[in-house]
């Protein structure tokens, strides 16, 4: 029978059990700690991308606060399942109302993805967390803080995750890959560094897919998982567009679409972040500028539901156009 440790997702498998044990997050990982050992803390509000760690610093924070009682005095919900004010009315506040259990003094709701809740059940929070502040503490994760009332915000330490660094997803990656017995390339590392950009999560899944039926895991094993458009591969389509062959350009974004199956959002965000290493003689400054504002309300249109395709498209032309005028 095979192991079942090894069949295991890794993300979970490598997941800290303790603040003491996670990577990056520098300036937010040693307040809390000073919180678990003191046993007390505030209402917390964790804001920042996906894969950052938002739910990995609650957890840990719950067990070096609880040790092994942890799960008893620790309730986990997610808003994007639950966002309604009657989740607030009877899960939550049947949660937040009972006794604490140990010596702690206060349990922990931690609310994940709660920008996703409706106005009607974030005002009806806002009361909740007034009411049994001495009996719960709540820790809010979101994405984006904007879409969180004001009223609970100023009832939060609000702390603000940052992607991580390129030196702590490679640091990550190698003890995984020491740990799981294997071997990785530098060119491998580097290959998923740059797809995840910044995502741990992410990161560590495209690694355990290249690593499937290989000894050794090789950037090319990783471009056959990753679904993220490569620098390279963003490079290239930039090139074209930049030296005003339109035709071309188009072929590779749709390659980017059917060969890589890459989504829009994450072709316009390499495409976004590839902009800076164009050089001025290629592109100038201030077309670097106009470009980048075309960009936001591109990122506007998709997240309002808009076609991909027509929508990248209209970016490559953007493009071509402007270096045409230049030249």
């Not at 339109?246 to 902009?275: K, M, P, Q």
């Amino acid at each position: 029978m095979a192991d079942r440790a090894s069949e295991a997702v890794w993300v979970e498998k490598y997941r800290p059990t303790s603040l003491a044990d996670m990577v990056g997050q520098e300036s937010i990982v040693p307040l809390l700690r000073s919180y678990a050992a003191q046993r007390s803390l505030p209402h917390l509000l964790f804001a920042g991308p996906p894969g950052t760690g938002k739910t990995t610093a609650a957890l840990c924070l719950a067990r070096d606060l609880y040790a092994d009682e942890w799960r008893q005095s620790f309730l986990e919900l997610n808003s994007s399942d639950e966002r309604g004010i009657d989740t607030v009315r009877t899960t939550i506040k049947g949660y937040a109302r009972t006794a604490p259990i140990g010596s702690v003094g206060f349990k922990l709701l931690f609310l994940d993805e709660a920008d996703n809740l409706t106005s009607e059940a974030q005002a009806s929070l806002r009361r909740l967390m007034e009411r049994y502040s001495g009996s719960c503490r709540f820790i809010l994760s979101c994405n984006y803080s904007s879409r969180i009332i004001d009223p609970i915000q100023s009832r939060c330490a609000v702390f603000r995750f940052r992607a991580y660094s390129n030196e702590a997803v490679h640091t990550q990656l190698k003890k995984v890959v020491a740990a799981e017995g294997k071997k990785a390339t530098s060119e491998a590392l580097e290959t998923i560094v740059t797809a995840s950009s910044g995502d741990m999560r992410r990161a560590i899944n495209l690694l355990q897919l290249a690593s499937t039926g290989v000894a050794t895991i090789t950037a090319d094993s990783v471009k056959e998982h990753a679904t993220v458009p490569l620098r390279r591969e963003v490079e290239g389509m930039i090139g074209a567009a930049v030296a005003g062959n339109f035709h071309e350009a188009r072929d590779r974004l749709y390659a980017l679409f059917t060969d890589r199956g890459a989504a829009g959002e994450e072709i316009l965000r390499a495409i976004h972040s590839y902009l800076p290493d164009i050089g001025e003689t290629v592109l100038p400054a201030r077309e670097k500028v106009r470009l980048l504002e075309y960009l936001g309300e591109v990122d506007f249109r998709l997240a309002q539901g808009a076609s991909d395709r027509i929508q990248l498209e209209a970016v490559l032309a953007h493009i071509a156009a402007g270096s045409a005028a230049l030249h």
